[in-house]
């Protein structure tokens, strides 16, 4: 099995050295490269290629949301999964929004940083159930973002409305396939529909945009 590689991004040496002395040990992970700040971060997406990066939001120069922003530009780029200490709601949403594939704190187990980056890789979003509760408060309050996203999906034909409540509700590609009666081919061909019309770049950025919608 090919591993998982990653590439760990944060200003303090002394959390990269732990994150990287944890992820070389877990089965499946190799860490390919270490950036301290986010413009590091930019140039070693490009030498190394990694599948997953951890980005840090608080650094010199660049935030990692606005790195994050422009690694998911890219093609064919990494998923990004905000390791920060800061859980404001707006470094939520902005994060997700940037295209992040996930939010958790520095105090997540490792266990559970380890299962994240093995989720993003697979394209899953990753969300502590505490984020998650937040991300709905915040989202379910937003009149103006309501309006924009009813208005954006309505670029969409019903059946990719239909894909589209169902990453809302967190529903995987084989869920969505039997919930709707698709086959699998299927249900990924909508998807990629979705992401191209709407101009996003992951799964979780639909789902974001479900529950604006009240969809979700």
Known sequence: MTPIRVL???????????????????????VVGEAADARQALAAVDRHSP???????RMPGMSGIAATERIRR???????IVLTTFDTDDHIVRALRAGASGF????????????????????????SPAVTRRLMRHVASGAAA???ARATLAALTPRERDVVVAIGHGRSNAE?????AMSLTTVKAHVSHILTKLDLTNRTQVALLAHDAGLA
């Not at 890219?74 to 990004?80: D, G």
């Not at 969505?176 to 709707?180: F, H, K, R, S």
């Open 8 to 30: 760990i991004v944060d200003d303090d040496p002394l959390v990269r050295g732990a994150l990287s002395m944890m992820l070389d040990g877990a089965d499946g992970i190799v």
């Open 51 to 57: 599948d997953v990066v951890l980005m840090d939001i």
């Open 74 to 80: 890219r093609p064919h780029p990494p998923e990004v």
């Open 104 to 127: 958790l704190l520095k105090d997540t187990p490792p266990p559970r940083i380890t299962q994240a980056v093995r989720a993003a890789s697979a394209g899953e979003p990753v969300l």
């Open 146 to 148: 309501y309006e924009r």
């Open 176 to 180: 969505i396939a039997t919930e709707l």
